[in-house]
């Protein structure tokens, strides 16, 4: 068994924390970049070139890339061949948090209960997804997930009748509906199968592929190319100012489903995507 320190966890979680808030994602700057140049709305231009000057001033590590440093999400995969060791590995992960928070100057985001709205103090809890894997390695996505963005994330359960048409409608829909107001450009990740309960787990996931990397499926990569150029063609456009940069990129998760059912899910992220992958 290969052995890893709860201390070398956290302090991997603190310095992804930190760097995801003041740092952009290099594919996000690219796809930011190349949008710029083939975005026909001047309006839009001029949009996605502050957002770009916003992540250079961001980058001087004073103000972080957004006020909203949202809620962390922790995908941990863990090898079967791995002992954790010194201490508790879900104490670890909140202690990162919290850390980072303290260290990062992040922003106190998250409430104690969803009625009585009194905050944490320190960004914690995480909201942490453990997957056991093969092997004796142990990676961890660590996401800041924008409250906005996360507002406008629907998910239902459709019949299978509606086929892949039905998944388009219901993401462009959602888009038409929800995409201004979650701070577009938007990265979006969509589930589709699984239970009602999987389905917003794998549109969560999805948003850990790196943006434009189409799915290993061919019929799964057309459809996403499909929904992408409907939902460019909405005219939401870059920050909502209008144009055809309304979203990056989409990717879509599956999982076997139920006979009668298809749960479908949108998980919508922000221009902000912030996310790490950590690899111990
Ligand atoms: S949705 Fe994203 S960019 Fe908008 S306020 Fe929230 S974190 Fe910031």
Not at 53 to 64: C, D, F, R
Not at 175 to 197: Q, T
Request: charged share 20%.
């Amino acid at each position: 068994m290969r052995k890893i320190h709860v201390r070398e966890i956290q302090t991997a979680i603190v310095n992804a924390i930190k760097n995801i808030h003041y740092h952009i994602r290099p594919d996000l700057k690219a796809a930011l970049q190349q949008a710029g140049e083939t975005e026909a709305s001047p309006l839009g231009r001029q949009a996605i070139k502050l957002l770009l000057e916003n992540a250079k001033m961001a980058a001087a590590g004073v103000h972080p890339l957004c006020q909203d440093t949202g809620m962390t999400i922790l995908f941990v995969e863990m090898g079967q061949e791995v002992n954790v060791i010194g201490g508790d590995l879900e104490a670890a992960l909140q202690a990162g948090v919290r850390q980072a928070t303290e260290e990062g100057r992040l922003r106190h985001s998250i409430s104690v209960h969803p009625f009585k709205r009194v905050n944490t103090g320190d960004n914690t809890p995480a909201v942490v997804h453990y997957q056991i894997v093969p092997g004796k390695g142990c990676k961890i996505y660590v996401m800041a997930k924008g409250g906005g963005s996360e507002n406008a994330s629907v998910s239902a359960m459709l019949l299978p009748s509606a086929g892949d048409t039905g998944v388009q409608d219901f993401v462009v829909n959602a888009v038409r509906e929800n995409g201004a107001a979650s701070c577009p450009p938007l990265i979006l990740g969509i589930g589709v199968g699984g239970s009602f309960d999987t389905a917003p787990w794998l549109a969560k996931k999805a948003l850990l592929r790196p943006i434009g990397q189409a799915s290993s499926d061919v019929e799964t990569a057309e459809l996403e190319k499909i929904i992408l150029e409907k939902i460019n063609t909405l005219g939401v456009g870059p920050q909502g100012w209008g144009g055809s940069t309304t979203a990056l990129s989409v990717a879509i998760e599956t999982a076997p489903c139920h006979i009668v059912s298809m749960p479908v899910a949108v998980n919508f992220e922000c221009h902000s995507h912030r996310l790490a992958e950590v690899k111990l």
